[in-house]
Nanobody, 125 residues
Framework: QVQVVESGGGLAQAGGSLRLSCAAS????????MGWFRQAPGKEREFVAA????????HYADSVKDRFTISRENAKNTVYLQMNSLKSEDTAVYLC??????????????????WGQGTQVTVSS
């Protein structure tokens, strides 16, 4: 069983920054990838960023590339999402996914086995 908890969301002005954290616990094993998705009201959940088990490979949606940075600290079983130059369209619930089984596509929902409850990010203009 795996538990996933996100934190760090809040209110920011356009152009500001926030840092999200995702902590995984339980029987994750050693090689687990993690990713961030977001879901705005009335919209589908969309991919934001992902990172491989050793941090050697990262992927970003075009909409956040060069603004967001994903990283991980395995000793703490934690992944971070540094969000800079925030825009109003970044407003959403941000969810963290954990992949403990085989998966080939980090930008697809089906690649992740466990999810957190989400943390709200609101960007005002």
């Amino acid at each position: 069983q795996v538990q996933v908890v996100e934190s760090g969301g809040g209110l920011a002005q356009a152009g500001g920054s926030l840092r999200l954290s995702c902590a995984a616990s339980g029987r994750t094993g050693s090689r687990y990838s993690m990713g961030w998705f977001r879901q705005a009201p009335g919209k589908e959940r969309e991919f934001v960023a992902a990172i491989s088990w050793n941090g050697g490979s990262t992927h970003y949606a075009d909409s956040v590339k060069d603004r967001f940075t994903i990283s991980r600290e395995n000793a703490k079983n934690t992944v971070y999402l540094q969000m800079n130059s925030l825009k109003s369209e970044d407003t959403a619930v941000y969810l963290c996914g954990v992949q403990v089984y085989n998966g080939n596509y980090p930008d697809r929902l089906a690649s992740y086995d466990y999810w957190g409850q989400g943390t709200q990010v609101t960007v005002s203009s």
